[in-house]
C-alpha cells in the first residue's frame, strides 16, 4: 500500500515540490510513496513543474484507511479532515509545532529554516540518496518561494547553502532572475476573481480560541493591485462573515520595498496596533520590513490576542 | 542564557543520559546548554552516572522564562508544569507526537526507534561532533535499558547500530553483561517503599478523557516479586483512588521469559480483555511476549477506550 505524502490545505510552492521531493526520497528509500495535494495548484507551482518537466500531482483530501506523511505543517486545521483516521508515519516541516498527535512513534524532521526543502535536502544528504535534476529544480524553487529569494526574515544560511547546492544540481545559475520570474507570475493578477487572490496563499488560526485568518499576496509591486484593493477589502469582510471569524487578515507584501499593507477585517481591529504599535486608518496599515506571515505577522497576532 | 535540556517526569535512563548527551552536543555546536532532570534518578541510572564518571544533574522543576529542549517526550502531561511560559527550541524523542505545541518554529528529531539516546548518536554524526568516551557509555546503556537488551520489540537496526558504535567508542565489549548488571540493580527492590517501586519508571495518559497511569518493573525474574505482589496491587489501588485515575495498570515484565504479568486497578477492568483478548483473574493477567509500555501496551489501551 503506498504512502501518501502531502502538504497543507491551499497548496504552496513549498507543499507541492516538497512532497513531491519526499516521495522521491521515500521511493528510493525502499518506501512506496506518491505525491498528492489537498487541492488546486497555484499558478507559481504550476510555472515550477512546467519548467522543471515534472507531472501535476493529483488532489487527494480523504485519507481515512491509509499511510500518510505530512509536509510544510503539523496544525490539524491545515490536515485533511480525516487526518485521525489515517496512519501518519512522518512530518517534515519548517513551522511551529501545531496540534497534530499520534498514536504511534513517527519519523519527524522540523527545523527552524526558511523551507521545508531545506529540510528535505539535508535528508537526501543524511541518507546518502541522489537528488534527481528536476527535483532539485523543484526544491530550489520552493526555497526562492518561502524565503522571498532570501530575503525573509525566515532565510536562513542552511537556506542559502541548500539553495546553492540544489542550483549546481538543477543547472540554474541566475536565481535572482528565476526568482523574480516566479514572483512576476505569482503576482499575476489580471482577470482573476477577487476570493482566488484572497485565498491563493490563506491559513486559517485558532487564536485563543478566535478564529482568524491570515492570506498574503507577495507582489513585486504594490500598484499592481491599486485598482483592486476596494474589493480586496470587499471580500475579506465577507470571507470573514461567511465563517464566523473573528478576523480575516490579507497581507500585500512588496518584496522589492519590503514591507506589507495589512488589509484588515475584524471584530476588534484594535489588536492590529496591539500586535505591531501601528495604527490602522481606513482598514488597512503598512508594516514596514513585515514580510513573513509565520515569523512575524503570526506571532505577533497570538501574543496580541493572548 | 544556557539552555536547558531535560526528559520526562520519574526520569528513566534514557531521559538521563539524553538529557547529558544532547547539552554535550548543544555546547559543541556552541549553544550553552545544561542538562538537568525533573526528578531524583532511579538506581539504574546512579549506576550509569557512577560507572562512567558523570556527575547527577540538578532537579530543576519550573521553567518558566528559559529556553529549553526536551529529550524523551513531547506530551504536556510528562513535561514541566509551566513549559507553555519557556521558550522551546527542540525536542529528541523516539515516542508518539504528543501535545506539546509552540508559538515559534524549532528543531525536532523524532524517530520511530527504541531510545532518544538513537536519535542523539545520529545528530553527533549528522553535526560531525565527536562522542566523548563517557558520554558515548551513557548513551549505549540508555540503549541497553530502552530495548531491553536489544529485546524490545521497539528495538530498531538503526538501535543496534547506534549501540555497536558506542561501544566501540566507550571501550565495551561485553553488552549482554553490561545489560544484564544494569537490570539487576534495576531490579533491586528490597527494603524499597512500594510507592517507590510503582512510581519508578510511571507515566500517566489521558485515554479519550480518562486519566490512566501505567508503571512498569522489568525484572530478571518475576520471583523477585512473589513476596510483595499483594501490596503493590494494594498500592495501585490507592494510587487509581487518590488522583481520580479510571485505572492504574503495573507491569511486572520478566525480561528473560519475554512476558509481562499486569497487575490491574480499574473502574472497569473489562478494558484490559478488550486490549489483550485475556481474560484477567484476580486483578491479574498474563500477556506473553508483551515487554514494551510504549509499543504495546498504550496503544492497544487507547484503542480499548477509544
Ligand atoms: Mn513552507
Ligand atoms: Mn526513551
Redesign the interface.
Known sequence: MAVYVFGHKNPDSDTVCGAIALADLQSKLGVEAVAVTQGKINPESAFILDKFGVAVPEVKTSFAGEKVMLVDHSDLAQSPDDLKEAE?LG?VD????????????????????GCSCTVIK?MYD?YGVEIPKNIAGLMLCAILSDTVIFKSA?CTDKDKKAAEELAKIAGESDLQALGMKMFEVKSAIKGTPMRELVERDYKDFDMNGNKVGIGQLELVDLALVADIKEDLAKDIQALKEEGNRHSVFLMLTDIMKEGTELLIASDDPSVVEKAFGAKPEGGKVWLDGVMSR??QVV?NF?KAFA
Open positions: 501518519l512530518i519548517h513551522h511551529k509545532l501545531g496540534d497534530v498527535t499520534t498514536p504511534n512513534p513517527l519519523e519527524c524532521w522540523i527545523w527552524p529554516v539535508a543524511f525566515t509565520k515569523k506571532p497570538e
